[in-house]
């Protein structure tokens, strides 16, 4: 008897594959818009892994009705926070944070280094515009402040002109 059921177990699994119905379509949708993993619909479903990533290859209306269960509930989501964003700040910096890419430690480390590196840059084309004034100088027996007032005026109008 017990190898008798044993058999009839190997024939459940080996048997006919399940059917991807317009109900269990409607089904997964629901469980995919309660925001559920893909192996917790299939476990819902009471289908394999395999017939659930099968499905969603062989059949585009049950691929589209995950995509649209999860859509639809994104959306309802999305349009309660930006409707309390308008008078909750602290709903305003979580929404931002999490779907507007607003990094605030960031930011303002960001800021800081962003205003090292055009000091440090200026002071490079300060350093290098002494030196080449002071060759220049040397080299054609020039007046320093005069040089770099002249090569200030050029500048200048080079500026003005991007």
């Not at 399940?18 to 479903?45: F, H």
């Not at 990094?103 to 280094?113: A, G």
Request: charged share 35%; aromatic share 8%.
């Amino acid at each position: 008897m017990a190898l008798k059921n044993k058999k009839e177990k190997v024939k459940e699994k080996t048997g006919a594959k399940p059917k991807c119905t317009p109900e269990l379509i409607k089904r997964a949708e629901e469980l995919s818009g309660l925001m559920m993993l893909d192996y917790q619909i299939w476990e819902s479903l009471d289908i394999s892994k395999d017939a659930f990533y099968r499905y969603q290859k062989e059949n585009s209306n049950f691929y589209d009705a995950l995509r649209k269960g999860r859509a639809k509930t994104l959306e309802t989501v999305t349009n309660s926070a930006i409707m309390r964003c308008k008078d909750d700040p602290v709903m305003m910096m979580f929404f931002l944070k999490n779907k507007g890419a607003w990094l605030e430690k960031n930011q303002e480390r960001n800021l800081e280094i962003k205003q090292k590196e055009y000091e440090l840059k200026e002071k490079l084309f300060q350093l290098s515009t002494e030196k080449f004034v002071n060759e220049l100088c040397e080299k054609h027996n020039l007046d320093k402040k005069e040089t770099l007032e002249t090569l200030n005026k050029h500048l200048d109008a080079y500026a003005t002109c991007k």
